[in-house]
């Protein structure tokens, strides 16, 4: 098997579909305005700046989830695909993956943010495939939990090498714009960063792996 893996968010997404789930509830009016923006602000900053805590984050967005029956909820996620990540869909991100999907290798998502909101967004790009953090279910009804390791730092080697348990991978690629991905970028044979931050740009050139510009209106390669 070759493998290719796919970060989402500011990689095949021109913007962090946790933070903006966020801003779409407050949007609908289906949270509290000002506590919800300032704890999901903060947590985001937590993320950018490398020192989030991914089980107090996840606990805090599943709030929602956990008041609400799974039919609402999928319908009120199919209004904010329509409504906010269609929009933000990179081209080159399409074209990315169309390739290793030509060449026969195995498309796989991989993400800190929770199944509930990234799996149908992998789907609408083609991949079907997804390591993410995973929100507890018990009797049909979201816990609150988070279920297991959150893919999130070194936790997505944890949660990508349980994946890998009975599989054989010949070559492997990685695309991500962060630099909490740098144990992802550096476990594969081929890193290839996306419209990075500031951190993982430096690292790059450093490590001298290729860096993309996949944001809307951005050139290919730099």
Not at 169 to 191: G, K, M, T
Request: hydrophobic share 40%; charged share 20%.
């Amino acid at each position: 098997m070759k493998l290719a893996l796919f970060d989402l968010d500011h990689t095949l997404l021109n913007t962090d579909s946790d933070h903006s789930w966020g801003e779409f509830l407050i949007h609908e009016g289906l949270v509290d305005e000002t506590r919800h923006r300032q704890i999901n602000d903060q947590f985001y900053n937590d993320y950018k700046a490398g020192c989030l805590d991914p089980i107090a984050y996840n606990q805090f967005v599943f709030e929602f989830l956990t008041q609400n029956d799974m039919a609402d909820l999928i319908q009120l996620h199919q209004k904010f695909m329509q409504q906010v990540i269609k929009p933000q869909m990179r081209p080159q991100a399409f074209v990315a993956i169309a390739e290793h999907r030509a060449a026969g290798h195995e498309l796989v998502g991989i993400t800190a943010t929770s199944d509930f909101i990234t799996a149908p967004i992998f789907a609408a790009f083609g991949i079907t495939e997804v390591i993410a953090t995973r929100a507890e279910i018990k009797n049909g009804q979201y816990t609150g939990q988070v279920a297991g390791v959150p893919c999130y730092q070194a936790g997505k080697i944890t949660r990508l090498e349980q994946w890998l348990a009975d599989r054989h991978i010949e070559e492997s690629w990685a695309y991500s714009d962060s630099i909490n991905d740098q144990f992802l970028l550096e476990y594969v044979d081929h890193a290839i960063v996306v419209s990075p931050d500031t951190a993982l740009a430096a690292l790059a050139q450093q490590r001298q792996w290729p860096i993309v510009d996949w944001s809307i209106g951005g050139s290919s390669e730099c």
